[in-house]
């Protein structure tokens, strides 16, 4: 059996998934850098053909990691109602390293178009039909867009999904299907199925193999326990597909381009190397010691064929390199590829040896800052799906209280605004008292209005600790509120006398 039979016998159709693997195909070769057919090729040089490799400046992976750096890195920030459900989620999230596990997921998912984030409870004991989940952890994984089965659609968003993954276990290869459907009540239901051998051909584990192993799991939640992430560009091959677009899906020419001046770059230094033309007879033995006149190693020396004018023993070839206008091919080629995945122009130069990136603050108005406004909006909504998953499965299953009812994710914004010189004119506001300080906080301390009265009260605490460590007592008579009172006191009194004067 394979996974399209297995499928079909499910009542499921997969042919979207196979016709799109040719595309899978294409941005993966150009992810890892080599392509076949285009890197591999062969020159013929007049008497037969040699074969060469086009070097490869690796453009594809530079944009893709690239993307996933802007978009999250370690100054992104997930918040929940208050500290306590932030920091319960935050130890999940560490727990499964999940911050190198979503930049790497995002990666990968805006090279080869689509990726997923999926949720699941591990170590929990099933005994006749009742879960013990008195050990149970939530793992968070990626998985990427070959192992990504879409089984139902609507609008483009996948509603159920099948995620077919692999374990190594003695020598011996087990398939993971695990399928994400709804029932009847509109919830989730993982059906999990287990077997051995290779994608093209498997046979079911035997029951051994499946100790511990949970067939079908009842989430008990209308809340999907994965997340598709995709770059939120516009489909212009199939606008039905559920698959994303690569985010360099329609720069494959520049990518070509780039590689073939990078490779003509290296080229011109190897063809153009200097070299010395010398005749045959000037590389024969010495006729008084019997050793070659020339060494026979030396690359840099050509034997000349029988018949070469000896008027002319030795001759150099002085031609001069090409190397400037290839760089600057290069770079012509970088500034296209910079704009066709939405980083707008000048986001790479090739200094010669290696592609630099540009650094600084970038205006509100130019490309690039609308591009990562535009991918945030999508990847915003897998991260709140994905958070409101974890928090679910982690308060029904797995001992630890989670309210995800209300989810912010503050995204860095550092590249896009000078944050350094705006904290500084906002500590000013605050000590002039233009600006207030719960307003300071909740901006620039990423935290949520109950978060920044929270973080007020325990620095007022503090204060007043300070103050009594050093011998300072809150009397109540030098404090503002007594000075008005005072005040009022005297207002009062100063009636009472015009009143008896009257």
């Given at each position: 059996?394979?996974?399209?039979?297995?499928?079909?016998?499910?009542?499921?159709?997969?042919?979207?998934?196979?016709?799109?693997?040719?595309?899978?195909?294409?941005?993966?070769?150009?992810?890892?850098?080599?392509?076949?057919?285009?890197?591999?090729?062969?020159?013929?040089?007049?008497?037969?053909?040699?074969?060469?490799?086009?070097?490869?400046?690796?453009?594809?992976?530079?944009?893709?990691?690239?993307?996933?750096?802007?978009?999250?890195?370690?100054?992104?920030?997930?918040?929940?109602?208050?500290?306590?459900?932030?920091?319960?989620?935050?130890?999940?999230?560490?727990?499964?390293?999940?911050?190198?596990i979503?930049?790497?997921?995002?990666?990968?998912?805006?090279?080869?178009?689509?990726g997923?984030?999926?949720?699941?409870?591990?170590?929990?004991?099933?005994?006749?039909?009742?879960?013990?989940?008195?050990?149970?952890?939530?793992?968070?994984?990626?998985?990427?867009?070959?192992?990504?089965?879409?089984?139902?659609?609507?609008?483009?968003?996948?509603?159920?999904?099948?995620?077919?993954?692999?374990?190594?276990?003695?020598?011996?290869?087990?398939?993971?299907?695990?399928?994400?459907?709804?029932?009847?009540?509109?919830?989730?239901?993982?059906?999990?199925?287990?077997?051995?051998?290779?994608?093209?051909?498997?046979?079911?584990?035997?029951e051994?193999?499946?100790?511990?192993?949970?067939?079908?799991?009842?989430?008990?939640?209308?809340?999907?326990?994965?997340?598709?992430?995709?770059?939120?560009?516009?489909n212009?091959i199939?606008?039905?597909?559920?698959?994303?677009?690569?985010?360099?899906?329609?720069?494959?020419?520049?990518?070509?381009?780039?590689?073939?001046?990078?490779?003509?770059?290296?080229?011109?230094?190897?063809?153009?190397?200097?070299?010395?033309?010398v005749?045959?007879?000037?590389?024969?033995?010495?006729?008084?010691?019997?050793?070659?006149?020339?060494?026979?190693?030396?690359?840099?020396?050509?034997?000349?064929?029988?018949?070469?004018?000896?008027?002319?023993?030795?001759?150099?070839?002085?031609?001069?390199?090409?190397?400037?206008?290839?760089?600057?091919?290069?770079?012509?080629?970088?500034?296209?590829?910079?704009?066709?995945?939405?980083?707008?122009?000048?986001r790479?130069?090739?200094?010669?040896?290696?592609?630099?990136?540009?650094t600084?603050?970038?205006?509100?108005?130019?490309?690039?800052?609308?591009?990562?406004?535009?991918?945030?909006?999508?990847?915003?909504?897998?991260?709140?799906t994905?958070?409101?998953?974890?928090?679910?499965?982690s308060?029904t299953?797995?001992?630890?209280?989670?309210?995800?009812?209300?989810?912010?994710?503050?995204?860095?914004?550092?590249?896009?605004?000078?944050?350094?010189?705006?904290?500084?004119?906002?500590?000013?506001?605050?000590s002039?008292?233009?600006?207030?300080?719960?307003?300071?906080?909740?901006?620039?301390?990423?935290l949520?209005?109950?978060?920044?009265?929270?973080?007020?009260?325990?620095?007022?605490?503090?204060?007043?600790?300070?103050?009594?460590?050093?011998?300072?007592?809150?009397?109540?008579?030098?404090?503002?509120e007594?000075?008005?009172?005072?005040?009022?006191?005297?207002?009062?009194?100063?009636?009472?006398?015009?009143?008896?004067?009257?």
């Amino acid at each position: 059996m394979n996974l399209q039979q297995f499928f079909s016998k499910q009542g499921y159709d997969i042919s979207e998934k196979l016709n799109w693997e040719k595309y899978i195909d294409i941005w993966e070769s150009w992810y890892r850098g080599k392509v076949r057919k285009f890197h591999n090729y062969y020159i013929y040089n007049g008497q037969r053909k040699v074969k060469m490799e086009k070097k490869s400046m690796q453009g594809a992976k530079k944009v893709a990691e690239d993307w996933a750096d802007l978009l999250f890195n370690e100054k992104v920030s997930i918040n929940l109602k208050n500290n306590t459900n932030t920091k319960a989620l935050n130890e999940i999230l560490r727990q499964n390293n999940a911050e190198v596990i979503i930049n790497k997921g995002i990666e990968k998912s805006f090279a080869i178009g689509t990726g997923a984030l999926v949720v699941s409870v591990q170590d929990i004991e099933q005994e006749e039909n009742v879960l013990d989940v008195s050990n149970a952890r939530i793992k968070l994984e990626f998985v990427e867009c070959k192992k990504i089965i879409p089984l139902t659609w609507e609008n483009g968003k996948m509603i159920e999904c099948a995620f077919v993954t692999t374990k190594y276990k003695k020598g011996q290869t087990y398939i993971y299907i695990a399928m994400h459907v709804l029932n009847k009540n509109k919830n989730y239901v993982i059906k999990n199925y287990m077997f051995k051998g290779k994608y093209s051909s498997f046979v079911e584990a035997n029951e051994e193999e499946k100790e511990g192993f949970i067939s079908e799991f009842d989430t008990l939640s209308n809340i999907p326990w994965f997340a598709i992430i995709t770059p939120n560009i516009c489909n212009n091959i199939d606008s039905e597909t559920p698959f994303g677009l690569s985010v360099y899906a329609n720069a494959i020419d520049t990518l070509k381009c780039l590689d073939n001046a990078y490779d003509g770059l290296d080229n011109e230094v190897v063809i153009g190397r200097r070299r010395t033309f010398v005749a045959e007879e000037m590389l024969s033995y010495d006729d008084g010691e019997g050793r070659m006149v020339f060494d026979p190693n030396d690359i840099s020396v050509y034997r000349m064929p029988k018949g070469f004018n000896k008027d002319s023993m030795i001759e150099h070839d002085d031609a001069s390199l090409r190397t400037e206008q290839y760089i600057n091919s290069v770079n012509y080629q970088l500034n296209i590829l910079s704009s066709k995945v939405g980083f707008g122009q000048e986001r790479y130069k090739f200094d010669g040896q290696a592609i630099q990136t540009a650094t600084g603050v970038i205006s509100e108005n130019s490309d690039m800052f609308r591009t990562i406004k535009k991918h945030e909006q999508v990847l915003k909504d897998s991260l709140i799906t994905i958070v409101k998953a974890i928090a679910y499965a982690s308060s029904t299953f797995a001992n630890t209280i989670i309210d995800a009812a209300e989810v912010t994710i503050d995204f860095d914004d550092s590249i896009i605004e000078d944050r350094g010189a705006e904290q500084v004119r906002a500590m000013q506001e605050v000590s002039q008292n233009l600006r207030s300080h719960k307003s300071y906080i909740e901006e620039y301390r990423d935290l949520n209005e109950e978060q920044a009265l929270e973080e007020m009260e325990q620095i007022q605490q503090e204060k007043m600790s300070n103050q009594e460590a050093f011998g300072f007592t809150t009397d109540l008579s030098n404090t503002g509120e007594s000075q008005i009172n005072n005040k009022d006191d005297k207002q009062d009194d100063k009636k009472k006398d015009n009143k008896g004067k009257e």
